[in-house]
């Protein structure tokens, strides 16, 4: 199969978000910024990144903005602009699960928030792809691009922005091809990958 075929996708509802967020997590296990958030042999690694992807997705679940395939094979978390970061009520709610998640590799998450809130405070409005994950067995068949697709044909009808950081090199040509454009890279503190910021003007 390739990125022509078309794919169903739609907005998740609440009964996904277990599903999704597991997805995601076999979708980043060999991810460069997740390996460094938490590496390979870490105690209880996979569950530990589901809990942190499960925070984001939770959030973007209310906003809308949470997206997925008809199998829940790939999954997209989105923001609507001016909602990419929490309200301080919401980061105090969210407070635990982060614990939960990062433990002692918490400073890790920590550096790595405050480098990309700093990078991201002072752009335009815009709808932000946080997280684009495809299940590994299904990747290379279209569903991201099926994704993305549906979220960006809303910003262009919107006249919306749309911007992400790659976390991973082999990415950045996919989001090229939907019109993304890469800036300079974003390295955070403490030994983490440098992350590729990636903007997108409305077609």
């Known amino acids: 199969m390739t990125e ?34 938490l590496p390979p042999g870490v105690r209880r690694r996979h569950e530990r990144l589901r809990r942190a992807l499960a925070v984001d997705a939770a959030r973007s679940l209310s906003l809308g903005g949470l997206w997925t395939t008809a199998h829940g094979d790939a999954a997209a978390v ?21 614990l939960r998640a990062g433990g002692r590799r918490m400073r890790a998450f920590q550096q790595v928030r405050a480098a990309l809130y700093a990078h991201h405070r002072d752009l335009p409005p815009h709808a932000y792809l946080l997280y684009l994950g495809t299940r590994p067995g299904r990747q290379s068949q279209g569903l991201g691009s099926a994704l993305l697709r549906a979220v960006l044909d809303r910003c262009d009808a919107e006249r919306l922005p749309a911007y992400l950081e790659a976390t991973c090199a082999r990415n950045v040509p996919l989001y090229r091809r939907h019109g993304f454009v890469a800036h300079d890279a974003v390295e955070p503190a403490g030994g983490c990958p440098p992350l590729t910021p990636m903007w997108r003007d409305p077609r």
């Open 78 to 98: 989105w923001f609507p602009p001016g909602a990419w970061r929490g309200t301080a009520r919401q980061d105090l709610a969210e407070l635990p699960a982060w």
């Open 4 to 37: 022509d075929v078309q794919h169903s996708v739609r907005p998740a509802r609440a009964a996904d978000a277990d599903s999704l967020t597991r997805t995601l997590a076999s979708a980043f296990a060999d991810d460069p910024l997740f390996c460094h958030l």
